[in-house]
């Protein structure tokens, strides 16, 4: 098996919730830096996020928006402007929050 980290398309056929493609101005707080992003796409375990300046990442963050708060994460990875993050909390809470604002 590789070390490399997955593509998103990998990453997210592994994942059993979908997500729905969006486009939600967020926050990313990682390294005590405040990022300005765009969530791109959404679903109970993660998210697809476009951030707006390169910048070096640790493996830890938190995705912040107006709709649902603040999410802790990992980052799972990360190229250019895009990345992915899966969210720590439980996705079967995440799907309940979510609901709310997914069609």
Aim: charged content about 25%; proline content about 4%; glycine content about 4%.
């Amino acid at each position: 098996m590789s070390d490399l980290p997955l593509s998103s398309e990998q990453a997210e056929a592994t994942d059993q919730y979908s997500r729905t493609t969006v486009l939600w101005s967020a926050i990313l707080v990682a390294r005590g830096q405040d990022l300005t992003c765009v969530i791109e796409s959404i679903g109970p375990k993660g998210a697809l996020i476009h951030i707006n300046e390169r910048f070096d990442f640790g493996s830890k963050a938190v995705v912040r928006n107006d709709r649902f708060g603040d999410l802790a994460c990992e980052i799972l990875w990360h190229e250019d402007y895009e990345l992915e993050v899966r969210f720590k909390d439980d996705p079967e809470v995440l799907a309940q929050v979510l609901a709310d604002y997914l069609p």
